[in-house]
């Protein structure tokens, strides 16, 4: 069998460090704490040893993509268009992809002054929760076919065509789709659009979701890390929840803890578990740099596409 991982230079967290010399993060504690996702774990020497570097790779694949624009503006004799650059951010649920979307959100902004930089999560292409029960879909939540696949292919048709779009929000205190609420993208420079779906197949067409991308990362751990990281949220969300009689994990608050955190367990391993070595996992060959995070969330291992 091909090693999935052949076409891909491995390159040690000591190595990658070295590929930039800054050594002043460019933000704070406070907003690198902002950022962060409940359980998450990231230092700003982190921002130093992984995202710079990962913000400089960004840039050269982003002049080359404008190079590309402009000899093939000048080839068919058309007017140049500044198409946005879309960057894809994959991986399992608990892993830390918020987390490095927001960072890179942040970073990207501040190393390309003036640029606008947007962020969407495709959790606002879930189907409502009506529409998953009517189609006895609730069970399937985040698998493949619970999403609204056509939606958020023509949303990125939208954007790459720059034009402006507004897409559902998706809230998880409710655990719903908000019916009065829509994030408005005004054609951005740079979109981040992270999903634990982006790289999957097609559901009814040939068209992929990673054929808009310009770039894409998979955040990767093994599966043991990823589960405890998930108990982990889980906890957190009981204690954000306790208070707030409207907040969807509020009601297993109501059990005995150790009970609240059993359906937490056996709903990784009869959901969230399956979704990812069946359909997450297999496209992170797809991406072009797949982070590797360690057991305290470190990353120590970078895969990028040759």
Not at 17 to 28: A, D, E, G, I, Y
Not at 99 to 123: C, P, W
């Amino acid at each position: 069998m091909l090693n999935e991982f052949i076409n891909f230079e491995i390159i040690s967290r000591d190595n990658w460090q070295n590929l930039h010399r800054k050594t002043t993060p460019p933000l704070t504690s406070a907003e690198l704490e902002s950022i962060k996702a409940l359980n998450d774990r990231i230092s700003l020497q982190d921002v130093i040893d992984i995202y710079l570097p990962l913000t400089s790779l960004i840039r050269i694949y982003k002049k080359s993509n404008d190079d590309l624009s402009f000899s093939k503006s000048l080839f068919l004799q058309e007017k140049i268009r500044q198409l946005p650059f879309i960057i894809g951010v994959s991986g399992s649920v608990a892993v830390g992809k918020s987390t490095t979307s927001r960072l890179l959100q942040k970073l990207i902004a501040g190393a390309f002054k003036n640029a606008k930089v947007e962020m969407v999560t495709t959790d606002g292409f879930l189907y409502p929760n009506a529409v998953l029960e009517e189609r006895n879909l609730m069970h399937r939540k985040g698998f493949p076919e619970s999403y609204n696949m056509d939606l958020l292919l023509n949303f990125l048709d939208t954007i790459k065509s720059g034009q402006d779009s507004r897409i559902p929000i998706y809230s998880h205190e409710t655990y719903d789709i908000l019916t009065d609420q829509e994030q408005l993208i005004q054609a951005p420079d740079f979109l981040i659009v992270e999903g634990i779906n982006v790289f999957q197949n097609p559901q009814n067409h040939g068209l992929y979701i990673s054929d808009y991308f310009d770039f894409s990362i998979y955040v990767d751990a093994e599966h043991d890390d990823i589960e405890n990281w998930y108990i982990e949220r889980f906890s957190k969300l009981l204690q954000l929840a306790e208070t707030d009689p409207n907040n969807y994990y509020h009601q297993f608050t109501q059990l005995p803890y150790s009970e609240a955190i059993q359906i937490a367990r056996d709903t990784w391993k009869s959901i969230n578990l399956p979704n990812l070595k069946q359909f997450i996992q297999p496209t992170r060959s797809r991406a072009d740099l797949i982070l590797h995070k360690s057991a305290n969330h470190k990353i120590d291992k970078i895969f990028l596409k040759k």
